[in-house]
Nanobody
Framework: QVQLVESGGGMVQPGGSLRLFCAAS????????MAWFRQTPGKEREFVAG????????SYADFVKGRFTISRDNAKNTVYLQMNSLKPEDTAVYIC????????????WGQGTQVTVSS
């Protein structure tokens, strides 16, 4: 499995921006489908955004469309999540995940990075 480490979280005011990073190691992840999920206490983990291995295909949850952008740099083994126009309801632990192909389950998960949106 690939090891994933997230960073870039923090506290921001409503309307602000953050950029999250997911660094991959352990094996080449250039062909992996990558995604960001988020989780808050008492709620199911929910999908936020996903990106194909070549970056050509991206998908977003409806609640982040137009505000968040997922991207990747395979040369740096890194996936990014640019979050703009943040809202208090975006407060969560954001978790990076990887899978070998679109038809498989996500098998590698990071520990997550906390994002808090509050005035």
């Amino acid at each position: 499995q690939v090891q994933l480490v997230e960073s870039g979280g923090g506290m921001v005011q409503p309307g602000g921006s953050l950029r999250l990073f997911c660094a991959a190691s352990g094996r080449t992840f250039n062909r992996d489908v990558m995604a960001w999920f988020r989780q808050t206490p008492g709620k199911e983990r929910e999908f936020v955004a996903g990106i194909s291995w070549d970056g050509l295909f991206k998908s977003y949850a409806d609640f982040v469309k137009g505000r968040f952008t997922i991207s990747r740099d395979n040369a740096k083994n890194t996936v990014y999540l640019q979050m703009n126009s943040l809202k208090p309801e975006d407060t969560a632990v954001y978790i990076c995940a990887a899978k070998l192909s679109p038809s498989t389950q996500f098998a590698s998960w990071g520990q997550g990075t906390q994002v808090t949106v509050s005035s």
